[in-house]
Every structure is written in structure tokens, then in C-alpha cells.
């Protein structure tokens, strides 16, 4: 039986609650990816050029973490959750991905999104992540499908 974590970034809390539950229905345990400087409404407002948001995606810029102690050595099965931002995983995640060992260890990817896909998140986290098997879950917006992540933990073994 895998040990699951559910590892999430969520800059406003939408991404954060859906995670929760997320962990819920696999029984796995729950960390949060944080900034060392929480953003504020003002550093996540796209919209503005001079944003956090922005300016760290155009210098591709990965913010600091508040901490590096996630157990992720405890963990076979890591779902990683997060918003979609520029069409992709914000760059935190894979600040995130680069201060562990996931070698031999399955990575499945669920996001959250105002209407953007996940098609960009492999190529953009798997240079991160070297060894592990990177898998693309699915978005998150209406909740958590318990049936489907039964079946998905079906199929990881």
C-alpha cells in the first residue's frame, strides 16, 4: 500500500480546500507549500504588469519556501496540487520539486483554474523533479471526486 501526501500550493485558499479534501479521500497526509513572504492580494492581481506574480514569472523567478521540512521521504505517492498560472504550475512548485528527492516516486499533478488547462504542467515539472514518474491528474474546480480517486489509487498499486 502507497503512503500518499498531498503537497499544495494555494495563494488564495480555493486550491487549499480543494487539496483537503483531496487528502480526505485518498487518507493520505496534507503539507502546504508556502513563501517565505506570503503573496498578498496585490502580488497575485495578474492584471497589473508590476505584480509579484508577473514580475516573478518574467524573470522566472522561484520564490523562497518558508520551510524545507516536508515529509516527503515518508511518502511513495505525492499528488501535488496547485492554480494554474501562465498556462502552467506557478514557478513555487517547482522551487518546491528541486529541494527533495523524488527518485522513484510517483508524482501525480491537480490543479485548479479559472479556465486554464493542464497541458503545459508535465513539460514545466518534469525537468524538476528528475526520477520520478510524473503523471497529470485532473482540475479540481467542482471538488473532489471521491470515485475517481479511488480509481486512481487503483491503479498506482
Not at 29 to 38: L, S, T
Not at 50 to 65: D, M, S, T
Request: include cysteine.
Amino acid at each position: 500500500m502507497n503512503r500518499i501526501l498531498v503537497a499544495c500550493f494555494s495563494a488564495g485558499g480555493v486550491t487549499a480546500a480543494r487539496a483537503k479534501e483531496l487528502a480526505a479521500a485518498a487518507d493520505a497526509d496534507y503539507y502546504e507549500i508556502q513563501p517565505a513572504a506570503p503573496y498578498s492580494s496585490a502580488d497575485l492581481n495578474w492584471r497589473n504588469p508590476l505584480a509579484r506574480c508577473n514580475r516573478e514569472w518574467l524573470r522566472k523567478q522561484k520564490p523562497a519556501l518558508s520551510d524545507t521540512d516536508a515529509p516527503v521521504a515518508d511518502h511513495d505517492v505525492i499528488f501535488l496540487a496547485f492554480p494554474i498560472w501562465y498556462y502552467t504550475a506557478p514557478l513555487i512548485v517547482n522551487g518546491f520539486l528541486e529541494q527533495y528527492d523524488f527518485a522513484g516516486k510517483t508524482i501525480v499533478c491537480f490543479a485548479t483554474s479559472g479556465g486554464s488547462d493542464m497541458k503545459k504542467v508535465a513539460a514545466s515539472l518534469a525537468p524538476s523533479a528528475p526520477g520520478a514518474d510524473l503523471k497529470i491528474g485532473w482540475m479540481l474546480n467542482g471538488g473532489v471526486d471521491a470515485a475517481a480517486v479511488e480509481a486512481l489509487l487503483a491503479s498506482l498499486g
